[in-house]
């Protein structure tokens, strides 16, 4: 189950901006991971943070990520991006394949506050 929060989650997605839409991911009613939507354009910048995995949780979040694809359509994006800043993570890839990203490449990316 996705359900919309109204703030960013307490010890999550630090250093990210406020613009980001705040979503936690349920399983048996409880959070087993957090979920943020940047609009950049007709893009969906999508961050995922996980509180916890099982197998079960991995089939959920299969449904999740129909909801979560659903809610950046309705937006008006055409194109969800999801990204890692750690570019040494073997397993990223696989995780992302199973939500229907293809081809996964890590990037570099760099920042600068003016």
Same mark, same amino acid.
């Given at each position: 189950?996705?359900?919309?929060?109204?703030? &960013?989650?307490?010890?999550?997605? @630090?250093? =990210?901006?406020?613009?980001?839409?705040? +979503?936690?991911?349920?399983? @048996? @009613?409880?959070?087993?991971?957090?979920?943020?939507?940047?609009?950049?354009?007709?893009?969906? /910048?999508?961050? #995922?943070?996980?509180?916890?995995?099982?197998? /079960?949780?991995?089939?959920?979040?299969? $449904?999740? !990520?129909?909801? $979560? &694809?659903?809610?950046? &359509? /309705?937006?008006? #994006?055409?194109?969800? $991006?999801? /990204?890692?800043?750690?570019?040494?993570? @073997?397993? !990223? =890839?696989?995780? $992302? %394949?199973?939500?229907? +990203? #293809?081809?996964? &490449?890590?990037?570099?990316? =760099? %920042?600068?506050?003016?």
């Amino acid at each position: 189950m996705v359900k919309r929060l109204e703030n &960013k989650p307490e010890g999550y997605f @630090k250093g =990210s901006a406020d613009n980001f839409m705040w +979503f936690g991911l349920y399983y @048996k @009613k409880e959070i087993y991971a957090y979920a943020a939507i940047e609009l950049l354009g007709n893009f969906a /910048s999508v961050h #995922t943070e996980m509180v916890r995995w099982s197998h /079960s949780i991995a089939r959920m979040m299969k $449904i999740d !990520w129909e909801e $979560i &694809k659903f809610i950046c &359509k /309705s937006l008006g #994006t055409v194109e969800m $991006i999801a /990204s890692n800043n750690n570019v040494d993570d @073997k397993r !990223w =890839s696989k995780f $992302i %394949r199973l939500f229907g +990203f #293809t081809e996964p &490449k890590p990037i570099l990316v =760099s %920042r600068q506050e003016i």
